[in-house]
């Protein structure tokens, strides 16, 4: 559509008279008239009702109106969006559920630090994103992986629980206990095949599909369970407890696709964080857990 006829309308809408619109976008009335006729040609509605004093402005101008208001008013903002350097470069960043609030949090304060201005469009994690905020373990094949931050498995005991007197847990001491199970947990997973394999069993007490749930339910008093430790630092009613058996970890960092370095502050993103891990590490308060 001519940006010329959403002028000529937005002028008419607002003087109600012609002569007065023509004036105002300094052509004559003819050119206004027939600009008019050619934009109600284009959309298949009457705008407007002639008449010798003006003008009289129909239910279908007034819906166009703001709209065509919000149009021509993005059109003369894109000159000044590229002046001195004024653009807003956009990322997709896709964030995975359970991640540590503090490191998120972290993570783009000191990004926003490097990257300067940019508008970050948040989704769950997917192929359509720029990047990926994720576990390793769920990055899409295809992708890349920039590992951040390895974060350990605790186990995390009711501070009400007979364990929680321990001065440390053996893997025996958990057998026939009240567990909280989270079946997409690959730590989870691990722990159940190994106590299973020395013949004892869980006590399942509850399945949950996301570690926000499991911790819910562990500060409920409900049961123990392994979760993260960066995940849970902060958050009171259990006891991280030192435990005497395999160690699981997660490793947290950044997937994106190779075409993603397209984006120069994707690009400029990720060669920062490649040079700069261990420096970037030491700004994320959440590399340094609160004992429970």
Not at 103 to 132: A, Q, S, Y
Request: glycine residues 6%; neutral net charge.
């Amino acid at each position: 559509m001519d940006e010329r006829l959403l002028r000529f309308f937005v002028a008419v809408y607002e003087e109600q008279n012609l002569s007065r619109a023509a004036e105002k976008c300094f052509v004559s009335q003819p050119n206004i008239s027939n600009g008019l006729k050619q934009l109600e040609e284009v959309i298949g509605k009457e705008l407007f009702l002639r008449h010798k004093r003006g003008v009289e402005i129909k239910e279908d101008a007034h819906y166009l109106y703001p709209i065509a208001k919000r149009i021509l008013g993005e059109l003369s903002a894109i000159p000044e969006m590229f002046k001195d350097g004024n653009y807003k470069h956009k990322i997709i960043i896709g964030i995975a559920d359970s991640l540590p609030q503090d490191f998120k949090n972290d993570f783009f304060k000191e990004v926003t630090k490097v990257l300067g201005d940019i508008e970050w469009d948040v989704r769950p994690i997917g192929r359509d994103c720029d990047i990926n905020l994720l576990i390793r373990e769920w990055k899409f094949e295809e992708h890349l992986f920039l590992p951040l931050l390895k974060e350990n498995y605790v186990l995390c005991v009711p501070e009400n629980h007979p364990l929680a007197e321990k001065d440390s847990i053996d893997t025996m001491d958990l057998s026939g206990e009240a567990f909280i199970h989270c079946p997409p947990c690959e730590a989870h997973q691990q722990s159940l095949a190994m106590l299973n394999n020395s013949g004892e069993k869980w006590n399942t007490i509850a399945n949950c599909q996301s570690k926000n749930e499991v911790l819910t339910l562990l500060m409920s008093g409900l049961g123990i369970t392994f979760l993260p430790e960066y995940f849970v630092s902060g958050w009171t009613g259990f006891k991280v407890k030192k435990y005497n058996g395999p160690k699981n970890f997660r490793e947290i960092g950044l997937s994106y696709a190779q075409k993603s370095l397209k984006n120069k502050k994707i690009a400029e993103l990720i060669d920062y964080l490649s040079n700069n891990v261990m420096e970037f590490l030491k700004k994320i308060k959440s590399t340094k857990p609160q004992n429970q």
